[in-house]
């Protein structure tokens, strides 16, 4: 069969056209069996941990929205280093995460770290005195913290906690010791033997808390150091039976009466006890038994009872008792402060022939 030229000619050009409504149709997604890939979405999961959980903003996205990460720490000995979404990194920003999602179902995992006490770095120690328990509403709780740094004038004290519900550090403030203060006294009396770490209590609630400390030579970029500790804050606070005895051999009278004093340091007018019209034994030692707050120091008067009820405030001699190095420390009365580390301790001090006022 011949077909003419225009014939030919007609049927070409609906061949052409046809493959062009094809050719444009498929480039709009048009058509059956079409892959519309800009409107389909993604699963976001979160894989399930007994350290923590991770709520994503969305439970499926499009390929390039940006979702939101929040943590929740449900162990708190440990501490998020880093969220991602299937092998990739979330964006951290103060304290929260964020990613693009990707063309890609999206599974959230998180690394963790675990906390790890640290009481002595550099510079700086948690005395063996300190209680890491801390009553609330009962004042100014303070951990003391002892340096060793010559001619150290000025500390820089920073802190973290890792839970500001618990332990907001608003409620940490710190105080530099030196030897003056402490009544060392020596060469050097400037220099910073101590810092203060001072917790007000009536920011506190109950709970627990890792507290981190950054301690920095003002002067120096030699001299520094970093503790770690478990703060616990309770309702109540932790007290000892504690036995005081005093020798009283150097200033011995027949029939004299004496007098003991104590108090908490820093609060003076909280937690003092005085024991009055006391006797000395057989020995020449005058015997009593105290309440002691654990972590706390107190300071200690000891007088002999004079003319008219009169006092005359007699000086101490430094002692140590129960402990180990390096264990709690030891239970003592060193610089003008008594501590003890162990329940039902007993501690002998010496009344010496110098008095005060």
């Not at 790890?116 to 948690?126: H, N, P, R, S, Y």
């Not at 390096?326 to 329940?343: C, D, E, I, P």
Request: aromatic letters at 8%; one cysteine or more.
């Amino acid at each position: 069969m011949r077909i003419s030229k225009r014939s030919f000619t007609a049927v070409l050009a609906a061949l052409c056209a046809a493959i062009l409504c094809t050719v444009f149709l498929a480039a709009c997604g048009g058509g059956d069996g079409g892959d519309n890939t800009a409107d389909q979405t993604y699963t976001i999961t979160a894989a399930a941990s007994e350290d923590y959980t991770l709520t994503p903003g969305a439970s499926s996205a499009k390929a390039g929205e940006e979702i939101t990460v929040a943590v929740e720490l449900k162990n708190a000995d440990k501490y998020i280093t880093g969220v991602k979404f299937n092998d990739s990194d979330c964006t951290e920003e103060g304290g929260s995460y964020r990613f693009t999602m990707p063309a890609e179902n999206v599974t959230l995992t998180a690394t963790t770290g675990a906390y790890q006490e640290v009481l002595e770095d550099g510079m700086a120690t948690f005395a063996s005195s300190n209680s890491k328990t801390v009553q609330k509403d009962a004042g100014e709780a303070t951990l003391i913290i002892q340096t060793e740094k010559a001619y150290m004038s000025k500390v820089i004290s920073e802190f973290e906690s890792s839970d500001e519900s618990v332990l907001p550090v608003s409620a940490i403030t710190a105080e530099d010791k030196s030897k003056a203060d402490l009544g060392i006294g020596g060469a050097n009396d400037f220099e910073i033997k101590e810092v203060h770490v001072n917790i007000d209590t009536s920011k506190v609630n109950l709970g627990t808390s890792w507290l981190t400390m950054h301690f920095k030579d003002y002067g120096s970029s030699s001299g520094q150091a970093t503790l770690v500790v478990k703060i616990t804050v309770a309702e109540q606070a932790v007290t000892w039976k504690e036995t005081l005895v005093f020798d009283v051999k150097d200033i011995y009278e027949e029939g004299a009466a004496y007098h003991v004093h104590l108090s908490i340091a820093n609060t003076m007018q909280e937690g003092y006890q005085s024991f009055d019209d006391l006797t000395a034994d057989e020995n020449k030692q005058v015997t009593v038994q105290i309440d002691y707050v654990v972590g706390k120091e107190y300071l200690l008067l000891f007088a002999v009872v004079g003319e008219v009820d009169a006092l005359v405030y007699h000086d101490l001699s430094s002692a140590i008792g129960s402990g180990s190095t390096a264990g709690s420390g030891f239970s003592q009365y060193q610089n003008k402060r008594l501590t003890f580390v162990l329940n039902g301790d007993t501690l002998t001090l010496s009344v010496l022939e110098t008095t005060h006022t």
